[in-house]
């Protein structure tokens, strides 16, 4: 699937939502196993400015920024594979406003926070 595919996708599951179904999604904003410095224990520049620049994104839903975000100059660093930043894109289609959680970044190269929409 593509970035826009999977956001389609998520609009047309959106009114499971109103049925009250839940609609859970897992990944990492920024996943560069390649790349894990073990002994950062914080995020390095590349990942703070990636995971800041999704997250001011998505906080202001600003979608298509967030489906593109190949157009980041630290994409092909934080996200060298999408299977981890496309559940996102899921979620993003299928629900309204997001509520920021576990903002922190470490390893250098891997970022673990968290969205949860809906609540």
């Known amino acids: 699937f593509t970035p826009d595919q999977c956001f389609e996708l998520g609009q047309k599951l959106a009114p499971l939502r109103e049925k009250g179904y839940l609609i859970w999604a897992s990944g990492n904003i920024v996943h560069n196993l390649r790349r894990v410095e073990w002994e950062n224990e914080y995020g390095n520049p590349a990942a703070d400015r990636f995971d800041k620049a999704i997250k001011s994104a998505i906080e202001a839903r600003d979608d298509e920024a967030v489906i593109d975000f190949h157009r ?3 994409a092909d ?12 894109l899921y979620i993003l289609g299928a ?18 926070t968290g969205y949860a929409f809906g609540l």
């Open 72 to 74: 980041y100059p630290d």
């Open 77 to 88: 660093y934080a996200v060298p594979t999408p299977d981890h930043l496309l559940p996102l």
């Open 95 to 112: 629900s309204q406003g997001p509520y920021t959680f576990n903002n922190v970044r470490n390893l250098g190269s891997m970022a673990l």
